[in-house]
C-alpha cells in the first residue's frame, strides 16, 4: 500500500494569513495526488486534483503543487470557510490511499 | 448535479453483516466513465477506502477488508450497495458513498450514514 504522510497535523492561523500544508507518499505517484476539504458533520469535497487542477467551484484561493512524492497543498488568502480539515490521497494505485488530514483552527 | 444518498440499519449487532445501499439520483449510475466507492471514517478519525465498482460489475477491494467485503450495482435502480460482513466494533464508523471519474476518485460523495456496531 502506498502511504500518505502530512504535515502538520494541525495549525493555527488567522483570516488573510497563508497557509501551506505538506504531503508525502511512500513512493512517487507522479501527479495522481487529490486534496480534499472536510467540514464537521460532512462528507469531504474535492478541491484539487491531479496535483494542481482545481475542481470547478473551487476558489482560485485554493492551488495544488507537486509531482512524485512531494506535493502541497497553499490556501493564499484564508478565509472564514476555510476552517476545516483537509485531506490528501493518491489516485496512482489500489488500495486508494489518504493522508491522515491537518485541521486548520483560527487562531 | 448528481446527488448520492446512503441507507440502511443504523445499528449492527456484532459477527452479523453490515448492508447499505447508495442510491444515484440526478443521472444515469450506467456509464462507462464511472465507477462507484464506498468510503469509511470511524469518529475523530481518517478516510478509509473500502472499495469499488464499475457498472460492468468489475470490482476492487481494499485488501485489509477484502474477505469480509461484497460491493453490488442495480444498474435498473440506480443504486449499488456495500455488504460487510462478520462486523465488530471496529467496523463503526460513518459511511459514505462516492463517485469516481479515472483518476478523480471521489469528486462526488453522500452525506454519510453512521453505523454503530454494537449488540
Known amino acids: 500500500d502506498i502511504q500518505m504522510t502530512q504535515s502538520p497535523s494541525s495549525l493555527s492561523a488567522s483570516v488573510g494569513d497563508r497557509v501551506t500544508i505538506t504531503c508525502r507518499a511512500s513512493?512517487?505517484?507522479?501527479?495522481?495526488l487529490n486534496w480534499y476539504q472536510q467540514k464537521p458533520g460532512k462528507a469531504p469535497k474535492l478541491l484539487i486534483y491531479?496535483?494542481?487542477s482545481l475542481q470547478s467551484g473551487v476558489p482560485s484561493t485554493f492551488s495544488g503543487s507537486g509531482s512524485g512524492t512531494d506535493f502541497t497543498l497553499t490556501i493564499t488568502s484564508l478565509q472564514p470557510e476555510d476552517f476545516a480539515t483537509y485531506y490528501c490521497?493518491?489516485?496512482?494505485?489500489?488500495?486508494?490511499?489518504f493522508g491522515g488530514g491537518t485541521k486548520v483552527e483560527i487562531k | 448535479q448528481v446527488q448520492l444518498q446512503e441507507s440502511g440499519p443504523g445499528l449492527v449487532k456484532p459477527s452479523q453483516t453490515l448492508s447499505l445501499t447508495c442510491t444515484v439520483s440526478?443521472?444515469?449510475?450506467?456509464?462507462?466513465?464511472?465507477?462507484w466507492s464506498w468510503i469509511r471514517q470511524p469518529a475523530g478519525k481518517g478516510l478509509e477506502w473500502i472499495g469499488r465498482i464499475y457498472t460492468s460489475g468489475s470490482t476492487n477491494y481494499n485488501p485489509s477488508l477484502k474477505s469480509r467485503v461484497t460491493i453490488s450495482v442495480d444498474t435498473s435502480k440506480n443504486q449499488f450497495s456495500l455488504k460487510l460482513s462478520s462486523v465488530t466494533a471496529a467496523d463503526t464508523a460513518v459511511y459514505y458513498c462516492?463517485?469516481?471519474?479515472?483518476?478523480?476518485?471521489?469528486?462526488?460523495w453522500g452525506q454519510g450514514t453512521l453505523v454503530t456496531v454494537s449488540s
Open positions: 440526478g443521472g444515469s449510475i450506467n456509464s462507462s466513465s464511472y465507477y
Open positions: 513512493q512517487s505517484i507522479s501527479s495522481y
Open positions: 491531479l496535483a494542481s
Open positions: 462516492s463517485r469516481g471519474l479515472g483518476t478523480v476518485n471521489f469528486d462526488f
Open positions: 490521497q493518491q489516485s496512482f494505485s489500489t488500495p486508494l490511499t
